[in-house]
Structures are given as C-alpha cells and as structure tokens.
T-cell receptor
C-alpha cells in the first residue's frame, strides 16, 4: 500500500531557530500533500495544502511566514517552522493521497517538535 | 461551524464485545466522503474505512463497519469482537470537495479503551 515517510520523528530545538520537516511519498506521486498540527489530546487541525510547483494554500489563522511550505517535487513536501517559539511545540503530521477523491489520505508517522 | 461532531470523548468496551463510535457531520454538498482513522499512542494515523455519499451499502472492512444514515447525517463506526489492540483514539473525518483539494476535516476524536 501507499506509504508516506516523515522525517524527523522527533526534534528538540532552541527558541529562535528554524526546523525543517520532510514528507515523502515513497511509492506514489502526490501532487497535493496536507500538513496538520495536533495538540495533546486534541484533533488534527489542517494547517495548509501543499501543491507541487505552486504556492501552498494556508488555512485561516495559520501564519504563512511562520510555517513555510515547499513542494518541489511530486514526492516531497517540506514544512519549515521559522524562528520557533515554545508555543510552536506540537505534533506535526503530513499526509498525501495517491489518486481519486475516494482514496484515503495516507499519513506520515508525525514529527514531535519541542521548542525550548 | 463545526462540521464533524464526535460526542463521545471516551468509551470503554469489554474484550470480544462490539462497540459503536458516533459521528455526525454537516455539509450542503451532495458529493462527499467519510473516513475513520485510528491513532494509537505512537501517533501514526491508520486508515480504517471509507464511505462515499453515493454508496448505497454500508462499508465494511473486516471487523470494522460503518453505519451510514444519510438522512440523519451520521456515520457511526462499529467495531466487532473488540481486541486489546483496538485501544486508541478514533477520528471521524469528512472529505471537503470545495476548493478542489479534497481536504480532510477531522472530528475531535473518541478515545476507546478495551478492557480484558
């Protein structure tokens, strides 16, 4: 089945630094990938839709300059948390769909970001 | 406005018994999709089952079945013969066709505990 790889799985960084999270579709091409954020014991909140070769579409309230998304190829999307602060600490999870609206989203294993 | 509602923050069930997790949704679209995902403590999102709005029969996948009542806008997940490994968070999600990206919007989730 379709596999999405997300890296790193866990990262700790200092306030003010930037962190890049990679999301790769391993055995399919994904023109669209989605980035979600999940707070402890909460649901997944969609942050942005990543489109190959074009600008990402951000959900209302998500700072596009804070969360930079690049989708440079059909198998890779990256999320960069710039100038991270402790409130950015969260679980970030990416997803992609192989083909068709009825196909399920396949998720990466997530990245737990801790900003100290 | 909340589009996916899961009213049960937590549920417990005895091993080998069946359990129903509730989900209601709100949409004005005629074409939509409903999904259930399982999230164990490791954080990965595991696709369980899908129901399309035009599907006349309830979806089934092994021990999982979806009780789809379109007029009531409900899509409850039924897990039969519960196993200890079923203990996890369960999320109901709806595919939003608007905007062309088929985004998935998640409910708040239900934490299921299976007791021996």
């Amino acid at each position: 089945g379709a596999v999405v790889s997300q890296h790193p799985s866990r990262v700790i960084c200092k306030s003010g630094t930037s962190v890049k999270i990679e999301c790769r579709s391993l055995d399919f091409q994904a023109t669209t990938m989605f980035w979600y954020r999940q707070f402890p014991k909460k649901s997944l909140m969609l942050m942005a839709t990543s489109n190959e070769g074009s600008k990402a579409t951000y959900e209302q309230g998500v700072e596009k300059d804070k969360f930079l998304i690049n989708h440079a190829s059909l198998t890779l999307s990256t999320l960069t948390v710039t100038s991270a602060h402790p409130e950015d600490s969260s679980f970030y999870i990416c997803s992609a769909r192989a083909t068709g609206g009825g196909s399920p989203l396949h998720f990466g294993n997530g990245t737990r970001l801790t900003v100290t | 406005a909340q589009k996916i509602t899961q009213t049960q923050p937590g549920m417990f069930v005895q091993e080998k018994e069946a359990v129903t997790l509730d989900c209601t949704y709100d949409t004005s679209d005629q074409s939509y999709g409903l999904f259930w995902y399982k999230q164990p403590s490791s954080g990965e999102m595991i696709f369980l089952i899908y129901q399309g709005s035009y599907d006349e029969q309830n979806a089934t996948e092994g021990r999982y079945s979806l009780n789809f009542q379109k007029a009531r806008k409900s899509a409850n997940l039924v897990i039969s013969a519960s196993q200890l490994g079923d203990s996890a968070m369960y999320f109901c999600a709806m595919r939003e066709p608007r905007g062309g990206y088929n985004k998935l919007i998640f409910g708040a989730g239900t934490r299921l505990a299976v007791h021996p």
